[in-house]
C-alpha cells in the first residue's frame, strides 16, 4: 500500500545544531507540505512544494528550509535549532491535480531542542 | 488571506449523545472547506470535505457538516458519538485559487466519556 513515513519519529537535540527532518511518500503525489502542531495553535504550514525544485514559504518558515529533488521526499531542515522549534512536525502529500485534493498526513517527528 | 476559529477548544460528551463541533471562517475569496480528525499519537485523516453542491456533506465515521454560506461556517455533526470518537479534530479551508494549501483551525478536543 501506497503511504507517507517520517524520520526519525522523536529527535532530541540541541541549540545551535542542524537537524533534518525526513518525508517520505510512495503515492508518487506532486504536492508534499510540512507543518507543525502547536498546543494553541493548530497546524501552522511551514514550507511546501508543488513539484521537482518548487519550494515555497509558508506562514512559519523561519529557521527552516526544505529542498525538493525527487518526487517521493522532502526533507524538512532546521538550519541552526532553537527552543522555539520544538514542537511536533507533519509532513502531508496530495496528489496536486486540483485545489480539492485531499491531503495525506504522515504520523509525526516529536522534536525537543533544549 | 483565511483565517478559521473553532469556537470551542474542547467538548465533554457522553457515549451515546449528540455532538456539534462549531468552525466558523474568513477569508477575502471563495473557499472550499474541510474537517480532519487527529486520533492519539497520530497524524491527521480527512472527515469529509466541502467543495460545491449540496450544502450538507457526509463524512467517514457518521460524521456531517453543513455550509452555511451567509454565517461562513462549517460546524461538524454527529448524532449519536462513541468512546472511539475521542479525538481532536480542526476545521480547514483551502481557497479557490489552483492550489492546495490549507489553514487550519486551532482544533476542538472531543471528549467522549462513557
Known amino acids: 500500500d501506497a503511504e507517507i513515513t517520517q524520520s526519525p519519529r522523536h529527535k532530541i537535540t540541541e541549540t545551535g545544531r542542524q537537524v533534518t527532518l525526513a518525508c517520505h511518500q510512495t503515492?508518487?503525489?506532486?504536492?508534499m507540505f510540512w507543518y507543525r502542531q502547536d498546543l494553541g495553535h493548530g497546524l501552522r504550514l511551514i514550507h511546501y512544494s508543488y513539484g521537482v525544485q518548487d519550494t515555497n514559504k509558508g506562514e512559519v518558515s523561519d529557521g527552516y528550509s526544505v529542498s525538493r529533488s525527487n518526487t517521493e521526499d522532502l526533507p524538512l531542515t532546521l538550519e541552526s535549532a532553537a527552543s522555539s522549534q520544538t514542537s511536533v512536525y507533519f509532513c502531508?502529500?496530495?496528489?496536486?491535480?486540483?485545489?480539492?485534493?485531499?491531503?495525506?498526513f504522515g504520523p509525526g517527528t516529536r522534536l525537543t531542542v533544549l | 488571506a483565511q483565517s478559521v476559529t473553532q469556537l470551542d477548544s474542547q467538548v465533554p460528551v457522553f457515549e451515546e449523545a449528540p455532538v456539534e463541533l462549531r468552525c466558523n471562517y474568513s477569508?477575502?475569496?471563495?473557499?472550499?472547506l474541510f474537517w480532519y480528525v487527529q486520533y492519539p499519537n497520530q497524524g491527521l485523516q480527512l472527515l469529509l470535505k466541502?467543495?460545491?453542491?449540496?450544502?450538507l456533506v457526509k463524512g467517514i465515521n457518521g460524521f456531517e457538516a453543513e455550509f452555511n454560506k451567509s454565517q461562513t461556517s462549517f460546524h461538524l455533526r454527529k448524532p449519536s458519538v462513541h468512546i472511539s470518537d475521542t479525538a481532536e479534530y480542526f476545521c480547514?479551508?483551502?481557497?479557490?485559487?489552483?492550489?492546495?494549501?490549507?489553514?487550519f483551525g486551532k482544533g476542538t478536543m472531543l471528549l467522549v466519556s462513557p
Open positions: 502531508a502529500s496530495s496528489e496536486g491535480l486540483a485545489d480539492t485534493d485531499t491531503q495525506y
Open positions: 466541502y467543495l460545491s453542491g449540496s450544502t
Open positions: 503515492w508518487n503525489h506532486n504536492n
Open positions: 477569508s477575502s475569496v471563495s473557499v472550499y
Open positions: 480547514a479551508v483551502s481557497p479557490f485559487s489552483g492550489y492546495s494549501t490549507l489553514t
